[in-house]
C-alpha cells in the first residue's frame, strides 16, 4: 500500500519526512527471486539490500532506515538553521562618549564637542579621548500636551534628516583598520524611525531638565559592512542657559553596534549544502 504523507512535527527531536513508498517486494522483490539476488549484487558498497534502493528503484522512496537517516539529518539543519541568526549578528562593538553640548530646539538637535571614551576593549586614559561623536535629529513631535516645548517628552524626526557619526583618532586606529592614516571615520550613519526623547526628571526649583534620548541607527562601517545598533544619551537642560542659546550639556552616552559577520554565514552554508549532497548520494546513488 503506499503511503503518502508529509509531516513536520513543531518538536526538533521528532521531525518525520515521510515520502511515498511502495511496498518492499514491489522494489526488491522476494527473497530468493532473480530480482532480490540482482538488487543485492548493485549494492556492491552497502551489506544489506534493505539500506539503500538498487537502480531501477523509483527514486524518492524511503524504506524504514532511510527515514531514521532523513530524522538526524533534519534535527541537524533545523539546529544550525537556528545558529544562522546568531551567527549573522555575532559580534558586538560598545562605544562610550562623554562630555559635549546639544543644541535643541524644535527643528531638532545637533550635537558639538562629545567625546569618544572606549570603543570595545580599547579605553582612552585620563584626560584624553579616542576621536569624536557627533549626531542630529529632525524636527520635534511632542509626545502630548506640552508647555514649552521641547522641554517635555516626545520624538525627534530620524531617517534622511538625522546623523549619527563616529571618528577615531591616534595610533590604535592604525592598528585598528590597517590604514596608515591616525584619523578614520569609525561609522556614519543616521537614526532609524523616531528618536525618543524621554524627559527622566525636573531639578530642584525647575531649573534642570534631565532628559533620555534613544534611538536605532544603522549606516556604514569603515570598512564597508553594513551596521546597525542603538545608542543612549543622557542631556541635561539649564532652562536659563536653554531659554537663551537653547544649549544643554551631554553627561554620558551609550552606543551599541551589532557587527555582521558573512565568513560565518558562508561557512554555516555550506556545511548544509554538503550534508545535503552527502546524503543525497548515499541515499540516492546520485
Known amino acids: ?25 514491489a522494489c526488491y522483490g522476494s527473497p530468493g ?47 544550525c ?10 559580534d558586538e562593538i560598545k562605544l562610550t562618549n562623554n562630555f559635549g553640548t546639544v543644541s535643541v530646539t524644535n527643528a531638532g538637535i545637533v550635537s ?45 524626526a530620524g531617517g534622511a534628516a538625522s546623523s549619527f557619526i563616529v571618528n577615531g583618532k591616534g595610533a590604535w586606529i592604525k592598528t585598528l583598520t590597517g590604514t596608515t592614516s591616525n584619523h578614520v ?7 532609524v524611525g523616531p528618536v525618543t526623547w524621554q524627559l527622566l526628571s525636573i531639578g530642584p526649583h525647575g531649573y534642570t531638565y534631565n532628559f533620555e534620548l534613544s534611538g536605532t541607527i544603522r549606516g556604514q562601517f569603515w570598512d564597508g559592512r553594513t551596521v546597525s545598533g542603538t545608542t543612549t544619551q543622557f ?10 542659546d537653547h544649549k544643554g550639556n ?19 552554508g555550506t556545511g548544509l549544502i554538503g550534508i545535503a549532497g552527502t546524503m543525497r548520494r548515499k541515499m540516492f546513488g546520485v
Open 235 to 244: 542631556i541635561t537642560l539649564y532652562k536659563n542657559q536653554w531659554s537663551v
Open 33 to 79: 527471486t532473480l530480482q532480490y539476488r540482482s538488487a543485492r549484487r548493485q549494492q556492491s558498497s552497502l551489506r544489506d539490500v534493505a539500506t539503500r534502493p538498487p537502480k531501477g528503484c523509483p527514486r524518492g522512496y524511503l524504506n524504514s532506515v532511510e527515514e531514521t537517516t532523513m530524522k538526524r539529518v533534519a534535527v541537524i539543519v533545523g539546529l
Open 185 to 191: 571615520t569609525l561609522f556614519s550613519g543616521s537614526f
Open 250 to 268: 551631554i553627561g554620558l552616552g551609550r552606543t551599541n553596534l551589532l557587527v555582521p559577520e558573512p565568513g560565518t554565514l558562508g561557512l554555516l
Open 1 to 25: 500500500m503506499v503511503t503518502k504523507v508529509t509531516s513536520f512535527s513543531r518538536d526538533y527531536g521528532n521531525i518525520l519526512l515521510l515520502l511515498p513508498r511502495p511496498s518492499p517486494t
Open 112 to 156: 558639538q564637542g562629545m567625546e569618544l571614551k572606549s570603543y570595545g576593549l580599547v579605553t582612552a586614559g585620563k584626560g584624553q579621548s579616542l576621536g569624536t561623536v557627533s549626531f542630529s535629529t529632525g524636527a520635534f513631535t511632542a509626545a502630548g500636551a506640552c508647555t514649552v516645548s521641547p522641554l517635555c517628552s516626545g520624538t525627534f
Open 81 to 90: 538553521a537556528l545558529l544562522l541568526s546568531a551567527a549573522a549578528w555575532a
